[in-house]
């Protein structure tokens, strides 16, 4: 190749770093194609259009455009696997990268299935401790937490512990992800006295290398209130979620997604504690700073909304529930095929709102909006479905419809026997009104035959 032609490929390589360094990632994007032609015309520098085509990637990854990014990564690691067999241990970053996409796209085994030839790679080359092995272990974690397999998930976060632990000392800041990490496992397992154990490890960390003004400290504060506030200690989750607001505060700014976030969890912590008025006011400033940010028609504006219609709800507020319930899923049917789950929920809500108002055939008409959705993608022998189809029990219940109440109520007792066992209290209430919707309509048959 000609020096003037390297000279360029270096330069446009320099440029292209400085604007990801800038977070200019579409501008980026522009420069590295560029490379990428020059290096295409050029076939005695093929090898070298791997790390062209991973740093495409890794761009389309930070534009969160994680399609486009899967196809770099791949074209990558077809071209290292020409140029280096499938047993090189620089196969695993393709592999890794491609795992992590996978992640972004919730598509969990197949990043896991990444994950494990990337480590398989990194474990022959390198031997079983070696520091090259920790972050692939945290992934295959991470994959195994995603996927609810959380023995697994404890068991590879502790192997990366012991490896960063054994490079950095006690208070490498790794040790501190992980430690967050584990917490994390910890409160999906209900062992919330571990998951407190691990983040109180983790912000001791986060304080030492950072200092108390850090994203990460207040994540790990966040953390730590959810687990008080799942233990009980209310008042400690308000202390933690109000110290975390006035970092955010520092941080970000007043008017920013993380201080509309520590709200938001200042709220959930009232509603728990079924201070609704407080719960409240803390939901609207969290919409009001998400409507100011990203517009009223933005997804967590739409959640926000329904989390304020159950406070709504809660106190019996049925008009002002049912108002919020409609505006958030005016915005999730932009785009129902991913949303569909919260809105059955919704619609669940706003049928069991009207039942209480003594509108049931409004009630009805949401409800089935509801089961529809749900039947849709296939979900009728879930709880989500077992419950809507208990509350149109219900509904035909109140209008004395004992023939449909008790087909309604037979249902739900079934999927819920099935998925809950004969014991369980939900399985017990859809089967006690079954019970008496049988009996009800046997009374009312004997009725009209007189």
Known sequence: MEEDLLSKIQFLE???TAKTDQGKYSEALRIYEEIAKIKIQHPEIKAELTETYMKIGHTYFNLTKYYDALIYYQKALKIRR????DSDAKLA???????????????????LDMFIQAFQLERKEFGENHPVLAPTLRNLGMAYKEMKKYKEALEYFDKALAIEAQVGGDTDIRLSVLYNEKGAVYMHQRNYKEAEHCFRKSLLIEIMKHGEVHPNTSATITNLGFVRNKLGFHKDAHELFRKALEI?????????DQVAAAYFNIARTYEEE????????????AIEIEVKLHGPKHLSVAKSYINLGNIHAFQWKLDDAIDCYKKGLRIFKRDDDRHFKIMAL????????YCKKGKIEEAIKALEKG???ISKYKLEKTLTAANIIHSLGYCHHKKEEYWASSEKFKQAYLIKKELLGETHEETAKSRALYEEAMKLKSDSSILSQL
């Open 82 to 85: 020409e140029a280096l067999g």
């Open 248 to 256: 955010d505060k520092k941080l970000y700014g007043v008017v920013s």
């Open 371 to 373: 089961f529809n959705l």
């Open 346 to 353: 919704t619609y669940h809500s706003i049928g069991d709102a």
């Open 14 to 16: 320099q440029e292209a």
């Open 93 to 111: 970053e393709c592999y890794t990268r491609i795992g992590l996409v996978h992640m972004k796209r919730d598509e969990h085994e197949k990043a």
């Open 274 to 285: 079924t201070i609704y008025p407080k719960a409240q006011e803390y939901y609207e400033k």
